[in-house]
């Protein structure tokens, strides 16, 4: 039964990877090449984490609805502020979509680890480090019966909802980008924005709308690791490099997200895989950990040499979209 | 953009500046900066109750507060400044090399190597030519790689360099547990500490000033190569439009990979600034994000040399005096960060304004 707790721990780590690419994704068929995902990430986290703290510091009981439902709507304010912020400045602004993503990670990440540092002190209560195990165990409930059901129910059936929830997000994206009005103009716009403005696309909007959604996206990914892998320990940088390893997913998957659905539990298998090989000292797990990167870095010489259309990332991915400029 | 009617003409629209005088351009990047601070303040006040006057002094007094300070402030300086400039080559010529990071480790590992493996053995000045081979090299050629892909198959270099970082982090950490002592504790430790092999000399007492001599020259040299050599040229062609550049016959691949080179191999140059110039051992967090705050001091500079010691005594700046106020009102040292955030968003907002003009429908805007 070793395989199926891989495979479990796999899905485990693979689920933050997944929200991330499907919100990336949905970002980059705008057009927009959000690097501040790791900041926005950060950002998901610490938000569910803030509404969570201040909820069970003030609640005389909990309640198992609102422990949930504030955490989850603070994180996706958290997140949205971020989007919005990005979009401010990439859309309206015009602003280098690389140094305005950056800087959000700096923000996002300095933010998060600040009031997770913090937090604690700045309201004013006695305890040492922020651990919110009560409002992560309903964020655990998983359905009663998946332990009767052997290997099967262990890697499948034994997740919260909220990975489940990541699951529907990546084939509702995918759906909604290649089978539906709205998806064919969201692409049209990420492939050729003048031409979609002049096919009466408002270009703005679905910049605005793509980016926004897909941030509310990626930040669920960061409060999914806080509340259900981390048990709802916020730890300073115990999130790492997992956001990098979202935009990595993003072209694994071909810009589609139900295809990075597999791709999350292969990423998240590498990501432990060193866990699970016999008399391997510290230095080479190390080497294991690279395995994501080098996996991402072959795809991208891949499809670049193949260049096969469907391949490729849309063509006005990085640009600044000026109607005047011709 | 604003939604209205379209038998009405919109309340405003943006049209692109021809040019813009040089004194209107400062003006609104110096009135961003004195907002951002404004802001800046104004959230540390949320967050300390203290003056916010008081809050401004002790930034100051972080950055220059001190003799020892105001070299620990020059010395950042100097090493963020000498990533801006490996990054800026690649950058005029739009080439997105976001893996300063990794290329600067990977400089950083080569003179490490160097000093551990050859420390005993080799006169220090051979030691150090060696050294200085060895990082440079191994920066260039962790660039070269996406630049020869790029340059043949159209790589997606933004994607590919940011990758590379992260394999750079991982063999760091690879050899930082092969070669830790005590072993097994995950630490390099000081390298060399009692026979200094390897350690750049300090001059006239100053352990930094040589790291800092050599990144003033590097910024004088790559202000002349990019402004006055062919070379420089040709980037500045490359980076305006390929198909410009092949049709006046530059060959393009070539320049793709020779800027690269360069860039890469400043890169080393600064990692082995940061190991055998400052901190004489080396880990995974070496670098210190400093690729990525680069690609921000680069461009907030319009990739020109000598605007970026401005870019980077603000970003330095900003995070010394941030760091003092976090030490002294016990808060938690990411606070830099946050601030360093708000600053950036407000200059790269405050670009749009320098760029653009907004004109207003015509009935408003008369007088």
């Known amino acids: 039964m070793m395989l199926a707790g891989f495979l479990q721990r796999a899905i485990m780590q693979g689920i933050p990877l997944l929200y991330g690419s499907t919100g990336e994704i949905l970002t980059e068929k705008s057009g927009h090449l959000n690097l501040g995902i790791p900041g926005i990430m950060y950002m998901g986290g610490i938000g569910g984490v803030i509404g969570a703290f201040l909820y069970e510091q003030n609640a005389a009981a909990l309640n198992p609805v609102l422990a949930v439902l504030i955490p989850l709507v603070c994180s996706m304010l958290g997140s949205l502020l971020m989007g919005l912020i990005y979009c401010f400045l990439t859309v309206t602004l015009r602003a280098n979509q690389n140094v305005t993503g950056l800087a959000l990670t700096t923000f996002g990440v300095g933010f998060g ?54 699951v529907i997000i990546a084939l509702a994206s995918s759906f909604i980008l290649s089978h539906t009005r709205v998806g064919l103009h969201l692409r049209a716009v990420g492939e050729n924005p003048a031409t979609a403005d002049a096919a009466g696309i408002n270009v703005g909007k679905y910049k605005y709308f793509a980016t926004c959604i897909g941030s509310v996206i990626a930040g669920l990914g960061g409060l999914y690791y806080v509340m259900d892998y981390a048990n709802g320990v916020w730890s300073n940088d115990g999130f790492g490099d997992r956001g990098w390893l979202a935009i990595a997913l993003v072209i694994f998957a071909v810009w589609r997200p139900n295809i990075s659905i ?57 640009l600044p979209y000026f109607r005047e400029e011709r | ?72 402030l020059v010395q950042e300086l100097a090493m ?55 990082s440079v090299a191994a920066g260039a050629i962790w660039a070269l790689i996406p630049a020869f892909f790029r340059a043949n198959w159209q790589t997606n270099e933004t994607l590919f360099t940011l990758m590379m970082n992260y394999i750079a982090i ?78 006046i016959g530059i060959p393009v691949k070539k320049v793709i990979l020779r800027t690269m080179l360069i860039s890469g191999a400043v890169c080393g140059m600064a990692g082995l600034l940061l190991i055998a110039g400052t901190d004489h051992t080396i880990s995974r967090d070496s670098a210190g994000g400093r690729g990525f705050t680069a690609i921000m001091v680069s461009w907030l500079a319009k990739f020109n040399p000598v605007y970026m010691i401005l870019t980077s005594f603000l ?39 320098i760029q653009y003009t907004v004109k207003f429908r015509e009935k408003e805007a008369a007088k």
């Open chain 1, 113 to 166: 680890n600040f009031f997770g540092g913090s937090l604690a002190k700045l309201t004013g209560s006695d305890i040492p480090s922020i651990n919110l195990t009560a409002t992560s165990s309903y964020f655990r409930t998983s359905l009663p019966f998946a332990n009767d059901l052997g290997w099967f129910g262990q890697i499948f059936l034994s997740h919260s909802f909220l990975a489940y929830a990541a």
């Open chain 1, 262 to 318: 597999l791709g999350s539990i292969l990423f998240g298998g590498l990501y432990i895989v060193h866990n699970y090989i016999r008399d391997l000292d510290v230095s080479g797990q190390e080497l294991f950990k690279m395995l994501p990167y080098v996996v991402t870095i072959l795809f991208l010489i891949v499809i670049s040499i193949r260049s096969k259309r469907e391949a490729q990332p849309p063509s006005h991915l990085g």
């Open chain 2, 1 to 72: 953009m604003a939604q209205t009617q379209t038998t009405k003409e919109p309340l405003f629209h943006i049209a692109k500046r021809d040019s813009i005088v040089w004194w209107k351009a400062w003006g609104i990047r110096t009135a961003a900066i004195l907002i951002a601070l404004i802001v800046s303040g104004l959230v540390s006040f949320l967050l300390t109750k203290e003056n916010p006057l008081r809050i401004y002094a002790t930034m100051i007094d972080g950055a220059f507060g001190t003799k020892r300070r105001i070299w620990g």
């Open chain 2, 80 to 134: 963020l400044l000498c990533v801006s400039l490996a990054v800026t080559p690649a950058f005029k010529m739009r080439f997105w090399n976001i893996g300063a990071e990794g290329q600067v480790l990977i400089g950083g590992l080569a003179s490490a190597a160097c000093m551990i493996l050859f420390g005993e053995s080799i006169p220090s000045p051979l030691l150090l030519l060696i050294m200085i081979i060895a």
């Open chain 2, 170 to 247: 991982q063999l760091v950490s690879f050899f930082v547990y092969k070669w830790s002592v005590p072993k097994g504790s995950g630490q390099v430790g000081v390298i060399n500490r009692t026979s200094h092999a390897g350690w750049l000399p300090s001059l006239g007492g100053h352990d930094y000033l040589l790291n800092i001599i050599i990144v003033l020259l590097i910024t004088v040299a790559m202000y002349v190569y990019l402004k006055y050599s062919k070379q420089g040229y040709e980037i500045t062609v490359v980076g305006e439009s390929e198909n410009t550049a092949r049709y």
């Open chain 2, 315 to 353: 970003i330095v700046f900003l995070e010394k005096g941030a760091t003092e106020i976090s030490t002294a009102f016990g808060l938690n040292a990411s606070f830099s960060e946050i601030i360093t955030g708000i600053i950036i968003f407000f200059i790269i907002g405050c670009e749009f304004f």
